[in-house]
């Protein structure tokens, strides 16, 4: 059947890879989106085996999955910040990323009302405007003494926006402008990189990084390639003979002007992969190139085996849709898209087999 592997080792050495680009900072996982598809839980586990401590998610909903894999000592932060309940988000144990004056209303609101302080990221918006603080809601706040009381102040963090392209000059400015308003909270640790402003230099990095993508094989940047994690492969269900002038798939497109030989595959649209690859993209049969052609189906796809000898595409034969020959940031740009969404979009038909620690992850308990 269709089949994901992802390898967990691969996983632990980007993340190495770039905790040593900053070695006095920490390094932090970003696991949002159930690891950017790849499996929270097996990520998480992986990762905290190699002595991260330090976990983001985006909802609260995500926590539970990271929070039952990782040791006591770890920390999670959520991303999109609090909840309408932020005493249920106390509950979780996990740490808000406070984005908006409402969010450290409600923080401090709790903590009075608990009577002890709460800890807390504080996001600043430096020119994104996405999430965090405006420049101006961030200085009527501090101005006021009382503004931040009942909350222990974890760190102040950022975002670029332009992280995957090094020369854009607004990685300087936002980084510039982000130094400038944390120097308002003198001893608060800072946190601005992502994987892209990891490669962006020292400068960049300040106290914790929160990669994501790069962890999971996918590009920071056009310029740097991390270590391949994920491989998707399918078997041939069937192969048959269409003659010349014939249309194949929904819609009868894609007739050619010889004989073609076309294998099917179970991997289709429901599967994350995408639709617009029909005509597009490519799949490789023992490193030959295979192109897709007709539509993408909700649950299979055709290839055009024409060129290949018969024996190469019987039933059963292993296609890779993702592995040595394409890397996801290949699919991506086939598709228009990047390599975030193809890894997020992986469907929940595949068989997972993750590979790479000692001992083998059973999928049936990973997820
Ligand atoms: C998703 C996210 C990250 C991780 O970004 P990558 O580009 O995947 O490394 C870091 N910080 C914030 C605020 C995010 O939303």
Known sequence: MPTLRIDLAAIVRNHRRIAALAPSSVTAAVVKADAYGLGAGPVSTALAAAGCRD???????????????VPHDATIYVLNGLGADPAACLATGAIPVLNAPHHIAAWRALAAKIGRELPAILQLDTGMARLGLAPADFVDLIERPEALDGIALRYV????????????????????????????????????????AAFLGPDFHFDLLRPGIALYGGAPRPDVAMEPVVTLTAPIIQSRRVAAGRGIGYGLTASAPHDRIIATIGVGYADGWPRRLGGHGAAFIAGERVPIVGRVSMDSMLLDVTDLPEEACAPGTAVELIGPHQSVDEVAAAAQTISYEILTQLGARYARHYIGLDAPVDPETAT
């Open 55 to 69: 976990f983001f998610v985006a909802h609260w909903g995500e926590v539970a999955a990271v929070r039952e894999r």
């Open 157 to 196: 963090m950022s975002h670029l926006a332009c992280a995957d392209e090094p020369d854009a000059p607004a990685n300087r400015e936002q980084r510039d402008r982000f130094v400038a308003l944390a120097a308002r909270l003198p001893g608060t640790p800072r946190s601005f990189a992502n994987s892209g």
